[in-house]
């Protein structure tokens, strides 16, 4: 057996007949029909030209059919590459173009508007719609069962994921098997899952946290998960009446902190409440306690690396950390400036060593070798600290990267799209606090004055340009931005400044 993420699963099946997948008003999916329809799956995919270590790029709808298309895509040691169902075609143009897939599969209705940009990228275009149901399904459902699985080993790439960034464009993550089994193994120890298990799984399935933590969990632990399209307050309450966990980002649990029918009384079968992919606020842990009983547990992670923390399973969750180094994962704060370890109390540069730390960014030997140390740690670009317990606080970012409802946003592609607009003269894109957001994109412009601008002025164009969670909340304007002695703009003091405009 080779360390295909997919025969690591496979081989751990104890119960063929369990469901892995529940559909609501829908089919079960059980183990074995993982196993059958991803072996279709990937006779198709190699029918219309996948090679082991081609990249499968995938613009979709969450569908089971989905999921089975990621199993499919590691069986024929392809490489599995999700993107956001919000971006543009301007902007798929640029994953498929750096990328060069030989398969992009996309949603029917978005088929034509992508044409170009797969065609631009010399990828083969096939379909897949919300239902499973597309020209990908077609090929797959002719297809036969039986299908060898593709042997690689550990170091081999298995996802190749964007991540953001303060400048130029999103980097491709490279993540091996070896990254992703690793990591789902612990977490599985972590957080004590079993087979007795059942997620609530209203995550998208684009980026780490649905598609690696979430489903990789269930899979590997042979647990079942409640499979929505996406989140819903009515369909989460009904999911807990026989489910016991809940994964989430912070958006979730203050939602349904919202609705009346959160109490100890409708959250009593469930065992662990998750939470990740954007800070949580300390106000929402103590609500969400002091209604139902529970703690949530807060982890820390990011594409490059997984999940790297964790707070305690058994033992204190503490509110405004993200817990302990996972079994396995190094942990370090070092000065920015020096690169020399930092005591604890001291507040640096958090930087990460480990199985689940990602091989180094795609076609980009540069930004990998000056992110990725000799030595192993990967230099995070987030400020942290060690607490005299051993908790890594999070307590910034040195880029000024933006986290809006677990979705990266970085800022300077934003400002690219801003200051060409008529009546820009600059402008300056921040975070600032939100209730629901973690982090609301906001948007601080300088005008000329003439034509004078509204907030519409500049909200309007960017509709066509950027996904919407890119999109500004709000645009402020400002007669100039603040700058230090070398002239950079002081992005600190516009967030401080304008901390309060969502409260």
């Known amino acids: 057996m080779s360390d295909n993420l997919f025969d690591l699963f496979a081989a751990g099946i104890r119960d ?53 298309l990621y199993l499919a895509t590691l069986r024929a040691g392809a490489v599995f590459l999700p993107l956001n169902t919000g971006y543009t075609p301007a902007e798929i143009a640029y994953f498929l173009g750096d990328a060069r897939p030989r398969l992009f ?9 992508l044409r170009e940009a797969a065609e631009g ?20 459902w002719i297809a036969p069962e039986p299908f060898a699985t593709v042997p690689r080993s550990s170091d081999d790439l298995a996802a190749l994921l964007y991540t953001s960034g303060t400048t130029g464009r999103s980097k491709g993550a490279m993540l091996t098997h070896g990254n992703l089994v690793s990591n789902a193994r612990v977490l599985i120890g972590e957080w004590r899952f079993s087979d007795r298990d059942v997620l609530i799984h209203a995550l998208p399935i684009f980026h780490t946290h ?30 807990m009446s026989r489910a016991t966990v809940l994964m989430g980002v912070p958006t979730f649990y203050v939602r349904l902190l919202q609705d009346d029918m959160l109490n100890a009384e409708t959250t009593a079968n469930m065992r662990l409440f998750i939470s990740g992919s954007a800070p949580l606020l300390a106000e929402t842990h103590r609500e969400w306690r002091t209604r139902t009983g529970h ?13 790297n923390a964790s707070n305690p399973y058994d033992g204190p969750r503490l509110a405004g950390t993200v817990g302990l180094p996972l079994p396995g994962t190094e942990i370090i704060i070092t000065d920015p400036e020096t690169g020399d370890e930092l005591p604890a109390g001291e507040i640096g540069m958090i930087e990460v060593r480990g199985p689940n730390v990602f091989k180094g960014y795609w076609q980009m030997s540069e930004k990998t070798a000056a992110e990725l140390r000799a030595n192993g740690f990967f230099i995070t670009g987030d400020l942290g600290k060690f607490d005299e317990r051993g908790y890594l606080h999070i307590v910034g970012r040195g880029k000024d990267l933006i986290i809006s409802g677990g979705y990266n946003v970085y800022p300077k592609e934003i400002e690219t799209e801003i200051d060409a607009l008529p009546g820009v003269v600059e402008s ?25 601008l509204t907030e519409a002025d500049v909200l309007a164009p960017l509709e066509g340009r950027l996904a919407k969670f890119k999109q500004p909340k709000h645009v402020l304007f400002v007669d100039e931005l603040p700058r230090n002695t070398m002239g950079k703009v002081q992005k600190n003091l516009l967030r401080d400044q304008f901390a309060a405009l969502y409260d």
């Open 295 to 307: 703690s949530i547990l807060e982890r820390y992670g990011m594409t490059e690396t997984n999940m």
């Open 121 to 140: 990228a010399g990828a083969r275009i096939v379909t897949l719609d919300a239902r499973g149901q597309g020209s990908l399904t077609d090929a797959a």
């Open 210 to 239: 649905g598609l690696f933590v979430a489903t990789n969990v269930v899979l590997f632990s042979g647990a079942s998960m409640i499979f929505l399209p996406k989140f819903d307050v009515d369909q989460i309450f009904e999911g």
């Open 105 to 113: 599969v996309c949603d029917p209705a978005r088929q034509e508007a």
């Open 16 to 68: 063929p007949e369990a469901v892995a997948i529940e559909i609501p008003a829908g089919e079960n999916i059980r183990y074995r029909d993982l196993i059958a329809r991803s072996g279709h799956m990937a006779n198709a995919l190699v029918e219309l030209g996948v090679q082991p270590g081609d990249r499968v790029a995938v613009q979709v709808e969450k569908s089971v059919q989905a999921i089975i």
């Open 428 to 452: 300056a894109v921040i975070g600032l606090p939100h209730r629901d957001f973690g982090e609301a994109v906001t948007a601080v412009v300088v005008a000329s004055g003439s034509p004078a």
